[in-house]
């Protein structure tokens, strides 16, 4: 075996771990934080994934494996090897991006994923000022609930609390003013 061969495998195996522990980073985070596409997830998975790229593109300049089918074979699974991990990344998000985008249907049907939903419908719809009827309209009927109710408010189950352990569930509490109007909304933890 020659040296570039062998500097070559060295580096390919020490790089191989590192990329593969950078992108099981990003995954777990993905899924404990349920993030989506953003200005800092998209650069985030996609800077590693070039680096990968440029440095595949320097070993193939740099090493002659050209005439070894082998080696070449191993550069290939490489190649295929290093590009899962970011496109696993690249769906998961679009998986998560669908998940967290507020409608109506989906808030209804999806009780437990609610949780997912509420920075999206909070950030779109400016409830405060909005009548009851109308808030209903757009969320559906308020759970059957004890927690955090009152005479003049309504109580959304969102699903079980976010982070890495959840023992806790999260309630969209909404307040309103003597003319049913939306006074002030939160979201709590019971």
């Avoid at 899924?31 to 193939?60: D, E, G, K, M």
């Avoid at 955090?148 to 969102?158: A, G, P, W």
């Amino acid at each position: 075996m020659s040296h570039n061969k062998w500097k070559f495998g060295c580096f390919s195996i020490l790089f191989g771990y590192l990329y593969g522990l950078l992108y099981l980073g990003y995954i777990l985070f993905i899924i404990l934080a349920q993030s989506s596409y953003s200005i800092i997830s998209i650069p985030a998975i996609l800077v590693p994934f070039i680096l990968f790229l440029l440095t595949i593109l320097i070993i193939w300049k740099r090493v002659d494996i050209k005439n070894d089918r082998k080696a070449k074979e191993n550069f290939n699974f490489i190649i295929i090897i290093g590009t899962i991990p970011f496109f696993i990344c690249v769906v998961m998000l679009g998986i998560n991006e669908y998940k967290t985008n507020f409608t109506t249907e989906k808030w209804v049907k999806n009780m437990s994923e609610r949780v997912y939903m509420v920075d999206d419908l909070i950030s779109t719809y400016d409830l405060k000022g909005k009548t009851k009827s109308d808030v209903m309209t757009l969320l559906g009927p308020p759970t059957d609930t004890e927690y955090f109710k009152s005479e003049k408010n309504i109580v959304y189950y969102l699903g079980n609390e976010r982070g890495i352990i959840s023992i806790d569930s999260e309630w969209l509490v909404i307040d309103f003013d003597n003319s049913e109007k939306v006074q002030d909304y939160d979201v709590r933890t019971d």
